[in-house]
């Protein structure tokens, strides 16, 4: 059971031939035989997920219906859950527990969704393989120590492991895309401002968004339905009305347009990936699309006007772990400045300190226009590029990824670690909606389609996805466990 | 705009964070691999190109000036470090 769709379960659950609690305690049973070997979970939460589940049991037996009624799920340890840890996979934020829950948190509570706990992830979502975890890294269900893919990790892996149905992400970069490419299963990333980020721990406020991990694209329409929508808490939160997202899963793809950037099929692609996506285009043609060649010209400037962007945003962000309020505080300071500095050395770990730094010096006195304004016109020049691309075809076919899971420890110079979303970063900086979709396999490792398409058509997106899923069986693929790590 | 290993200490002190003296050389060979790869923006003409914070270009709304929250003190005080008689403590700032 533990293995089926979330639509599937709410179907078994409705029906009565499971229950939420025995499905809850068939994952926490998965959980605690094959996640010794994963590491995917930070937090499991075993007394407040069955109380969940009984909960939802009685409703049902009251009459209650919803999508997630009884749906065990997992939230990103970057959503804020009332009285369970939100550790942001960082020592900074060991001990702490929300006085609040997420929005997107409650959204999926008021659904009817179980959460059985905590998705590992890198420190503060600063990450594209998940080692930059103070909890360990985790690992990745279809190679031995492979990574998951970052920074939404530790969800992908408990997602393509069945130690979950759905688990949500964040995505700032590439962050659900990327893992979901990684770990073979169906990621999206919404529209900037789709859905809400109040109790989502801020990394880089006008890039971050919250998102499914999914085993299918009609799962990941259910979970938008939940969490998608306005929030009066964050007024970053757009005022665009929703829609429901499963409705036009079943249209045909006729009278569509793909963009296949030329850019991004360069020699430099690895040829067993290209080949791949090139696959994936012409089943899009096979179900009644039509290709067409385009042009991104300023997608390699997304490299470095994110890594101007996202970490100014963040070192501004990161600012408020001071040691006073909440979170870690270093023993015996000598005097207030000893505090904040000690505090903070001891409680962030490198790479968060490295993008700090990055973005300090980016905002300092004197740098700000050269480096801060710059990336922002840069910022202005890819969104103007893809509006453009888009004039001519309704979605964009790339690699989410250019490459595999690789070995853990591979990649220890972090400009070759920032290469990993070469990709994905650009849409973020554009603010438009993304998703990875499990297209093929290289060596037996998973490899992700991403397809993109301008702002609030995230139902496109999951149209095109559903209707290669009815089409393909890569997503229903599933890793041999428990495998050695 | 090369930068040394004072500028890495100066730009950690900014961020109120301590480089040891034993990773100041790694942390400046990172910093400048970065610096490098960003520098690629000089070399795009942005002359008449506003800069866009925003993707969606939404400025700041305002609520109306109503109270919302209730008063949580004592949650969020449990979550503090260090507090007394309702008030964050932290080291002495003036004798």
């Not at chain 1, 930070?42 to 219906?65: C, F, P, S, Y």
């Not at chain 1, 009332?82 to 006085?99: A, H, I, R």
């Not at chain 1, 009609?218 to 929508?229: F, K, Q, T, Y």
Request: proline fraction near 5%; charge should be negative; aromatic fraction near 8%.
């Amino acid at each position: 059971m533990i293995e089926k769709t979330v639509v599937e379960l709410a179907s078994a659950l409705s029906t009565g031939s499971v229950s939420s609690v025995e499905l809850t305690r068939a994952f926490i049973d998965r959980i605690t035989t094959i996640d010794t070997q994963l590491n995917a979970y930070i937090t499991v939460d075993e007394q407040e997920a069955l109380k969940q589940a009984k909960e939802a049991d009685e409703a049902r037996a009251r009459g209650a219906h919803s999508p997630f009624l009884g749906v065990p799920i997992a939230h990103k340890d970057l959503f804020c859950t009332q009285g369970t840890k939100t550790t942001c996979g960082s020592k900074m934020l060991q001990n702490f527990v929300s006085p609040y829950d997420a929005t997107v948190v409650a959204r999926l509570k008021d659904s009817g969704a179980v959460t059985l706990g905590k998705t590992n992830c890198d420190e503060f979502a600063m990450g594209s393989s998940n080692e930059n975890s103070f909890f360990g890294p985790a690992y990745n269900p279809w190679g031995k120590n492979r990574v998951p893919g970052g920074s939404s990790g530790g969800s992908a892996s408990a997602v393509a492991a069945d130690l979950c149905a759905i688990a949500t992400g964040t995505d700032t970069g590439g962050s659900i895309r990327q893992p979901a490419s990684f770990c073979g299963v169906t990621g999206l990333k919404p529209t900037y401002g789709r859905v809400s980020r109040w109790g989502m721990v801020a990394y880089a406020s006008s890039l971050d968004v919250g998102g499914p991990l999914a085993k299918t694209a009609h799962d990941a329409a259910v979970m938008l339905n939940a969490i998608a929508g306005h929030d009066p808490k964050d007024s970053t939160s757009v005022a665009v009305s929703t829609e429901d997202y499963t409705q036009s899963l079943d249209a045909p793809l006729t009278n569509l347009r793909i963009g296949l950037p030329r850019q991004y099929f360069s020699q430099d692609l690895d040829p067993r990936v290209a080949a791949i996506i090139q696959e994936t285009a012409r089943n899009l043609e096979n179900l009644g699309a039509t290709l067409v060649d385009i042009d991104l010209e300023k997608s390699t400037l997304s490299l470095p006007a994110y890594y101007v962007i996202a970490p100014a945003e963040a070192s501004t962000n990161l600012s408020r772990y001071d040691g006073v309020r909440y979170g870690y505080r270093c023993e015996d300071p000598l005097d207030l400045e000893d505090m904040y500095t000690r505090s903070r050395t001891e409680g962030f770990g490198n790479e968060v300190k490295r993008r700090i730094m990055i973005g300090t010096y980016a905002l300092s006195a004197g740098y700000y226009d050269a480096y801060y304004k710059k990336a922002q016109r840069i910022r202005r020049l890819i969104k103007q590029d893809f509006s453009k691309a888009f004039e001519n075809v309704d979605a964009i076919l790339s690699p989410t990824s250019p490459f595999t899971a690789f070995e853990l420890g591979a990649k220890k110079d972090p400009v070759s670690m920032y290469l990993e979303d070469i990709y994905t970063l650009g849409v973020n900086l554009a603010g438009i909606p993304g998703i990875s979709i499990p297209a093929g396999f290289i060596n037996g490792l998973p490899i992700g389609a991403q397809l993109v398409a301008s702002d609030f058509r995230e139902g496109l997106l999951l149209n095109i996805a559903h209707q290669y899923q009815q089409n393909s069986d890569w997503h229903k693929q599933k890793p041999s466990m428990p495998m050695g790590v | 705009m090369a930068l040394n290993e004072k500028n890495i200490k100066d730009i950690a002190h900014l961020a109120r964070l301590k480089i040891e003296e034993n990773e100041v050389v790694e942390s400046l060979t990172d910093f400048s691999s970065i610096l490098s790869m960003i520098n690629e923006m000089q070399t795009v003409d942005t002359e008449n190109i506003p800069p866009l914070a925003n993707p969606h270009e939404q400025i700041q709304r305002l609520r109306k000036d109503a109270v919302t929250e209730s008063n949580d003190r004592d949650n969020l005080l449990k979550l503090a470090p260090k507090t007394t008689d309702g008030l964050f403590l932290v080291p002495k700032v003036i004798d």
